[in-house]
């Protein structure tokens, strides 16, 4: 098999989707280094939920390999699947928080199965995780009670709670303020710096990925475009580059 | 065009092809849920939480149910029973129908009613919202964490309502013998139970396990594999009650023959 042991926390080779008749992912090729910020651009619709999807195996591509954080997605035990899971952070683009649960529930829930952590310890780190998104005092508060913006900082927090080694944002900007938006990518800069994690954020948002990224990549109908650092990408002549980044 | 083989195929093929891969998944989920009720580990907060939605919420209506309809059973077998004389045979077959038939399967209806529709619009919604993926995203076990508790709580609660509804039943076949003069509640506690057997008793609560079985694995079944949108919670809802309450009709069928075979 052609699956290099390298020390990226993901790569996918020649990875193709069909929804029926519509390919949705296109040959991808995609690799994320260890501690690297990774941010896909792209226009609504071109496959960036999707291609999130299939790296933590909730969607199955049709053919090409997909290995993150060492282990084969596509081949791998449904056990196995879940241990390591537990080591990803995955904020979704709608935010999916747990309707029943409150804020500190839907916050302790991915930490479940960290049976190490006793309720006191479990207690902190939702207190931890809630300060850093700017709403410790909506500890008990339910997520239908709160504005779409904390419920994507709420989120957010979710994600982060377990010290992922590997962190997928789907659009963690999205439907914030500026102001809020440029602390959110403050925030995941502090991530990436305090837990020596890798992430791929997807975004439209210029400047979040100004903010964030080492690099670039874009997409465009289910495949990669063009790829480099924002400065670069602002130099390209490709029209579908040129809309997505500015000055 | 001339139609080829291969284009008249074509559709009768997908449609063999869908059918195959609904029966793939619906045997995947069963034994799906299975494993995770046999095997465990339990989610018993989660299953206790599900216990308590499910019985407790339906106790009222199963009670006032189940109490009507031993009244009304009794007001309209009177007049029947009084043309032969053997009114004193009604507390003895109103309670028979009650517990060999009446009391399960009108249960089970509710219950397909109330909970199958409550559960799949739960699931479905949770799906189209991505709280499933979230959790599955969590490293958690969906059929552990979310299925296995509705199940094994809609089979628990619906054995131990059908069995309330017996009770109110039976009250309310009483309350049905004492609009016509008082009858002493010792006699016609007697008179009610002399015919029933231990094998009606269990066959019924057997019977009623199966409905809550089917009625619960429906519903998740539903709401797990909703498709997007908010029609697909609303459809989803829809189905479960519609499957589960035909379900209860064919496993009623099938049951009556299965206790024949043993009295
Ligand atoms: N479950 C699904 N079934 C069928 N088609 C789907 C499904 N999920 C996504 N698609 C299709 O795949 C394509 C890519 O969707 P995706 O959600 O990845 O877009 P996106 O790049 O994330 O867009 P946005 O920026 O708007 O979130 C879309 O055309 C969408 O219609
Ligand atoms: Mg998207």
């Not at chain 1, 939702?126 to 909506?138: I, K, Q, R």
């Not at chain 2, 919420?57 to 059973?73: C, E, F, H, K, Y």
């Not at chain 2, 009650?241 to 009295?263: C, E, K, N, P």
Request: hydrophobic share 50%; proline share 4%; with cysteine.
């Amino acid at each position: 098999m052609p699956t290099a042991t390298t020390t990226d926390l993901v790569s996918i080779e020649k990875m193709n989707l069909n929804f029926g008749n519509h390919e949705v992912l296109k040959a991808l090729n995609l690799t994320v280094a260890a501690g690297e910020n990774l941010v896909i651009m792209g226009r609504s619709g071109c496959g960036k939920s999707v291609l999130a999807k299939c790296i933590v195996g909730l969607v199955q591509p049709d053919s090409g390999s997909i290995r993150v954080l060492n282990e084969s997605i596509l081949s791998i035990a449904p056990n196995q699947l879940n241990a390591l899971r537990r080591r990803i952070g995955f904020l979704f683009q709608s935010g999916a928080l747990y309707d029943s649960m409150n804020i500190a529930q839907n916050l302790a829930f991915p930490l479940r199965h960290h049976k190490e952590l006793d309720k006191k310890a479990k207690r902190l780190l939702v207190e931890e995780a809630l300060t850093h998104v700017g709403l410790a005092e909506n500890y008990y508060d339910m997520p239908s009670s709160l504005s779409g913006g904390m419920r994507k900082r709420i989120a957010l927090a979710r994600t982060i709670i377990i010290k992922p080694e590997l962190i997928l944002y789907d659009e963690p900007t999205t439907g914030l303020d500026p102001i809020t938006a440029l602390e959110i990518s403050e925030l995941l800069i502090s991530i990436q710096v305090k837990y020596k994690a890798a992430a791929i954020i997807i975004t439209h948002d210029q400047a979040c990925a100004r903010t964030t990224a080492n690099r670039i990549l874009v997409m465009n109908n289910g495949a990669f475009i063009a790829e480099g650092s924002y400065a670069q990408l602002m130099q390209s002549a490709i029209p579908e580059v040129q809309a997505l980044v500015h000055p | 065009m001339i139609p080829t083989i291969g284009t008249a195929i074509k559709p009768i093929a997908s449609k063999v092809i869908s059918i195959y891969k609904y029966l793939d998944r619906s045997i995947h989920f069963t034994l799906q849920y299975t494993k995770a009720a046999l095997a465990g580990p339990y989610e018993w907060n989660e299953l206790f939480r599900q216990c308590f939605i499910i019985g407790y919420q339906s106790l009222p209506l199963v009670a006032i149910t189940g109490l009507i309809l031993g009244i009304v059973l009794t007001i309209q077998s009177r007049p029947t029973l009084a043309e032969f004389g053997a009114t004193s045979w009604l507390p003895a077959m109103v309670t028979t129908s009650i517990f060999r038939e009446v009391g399960p399967v009108i249960t089970g209806l509710l219950f397909a009613g109330k909970i199958g529709s409550a559960i799949g619009a739960e699931l479905a919604a949770m799906r189209v919202s991505e709280q499933i993926d979230a959790i599955e995203v969590s490293g958690v076990n969906t059929y552990q964490y979310l299925i296995a508790p509705r199940v094994t709580a809609t089979i628990t609660m619906l054995v131990i309502l059908t069995i309330f509804s017996m009770a109110f039943s039976m009250f309310g076949t009483y309350l049905g013998m004492n609009l016509n003069g008082v009858l002493q509640f010792r006699i016609f506690y007697v008179q009610a139970l002399a015919h029933i057997s231990f094998i009606d008793l269990i066959s019924s609560l057997i019977k009623s396990a199966i409905f809550g079985f089917a009625i619960g694995l429906i519903a998740t079944y539903q709401g797990f594999y909703a498709t997007k949108g908010t029609s697909g919670v609303a459809k989803a809802a829809n189905k479960s009650v519609v499957y589960a309450s035909l379900a209860i009709f064919i496993i009623d069928v099938i049951a009556v023959q299965v206790t024949a075979f043993f009295r």
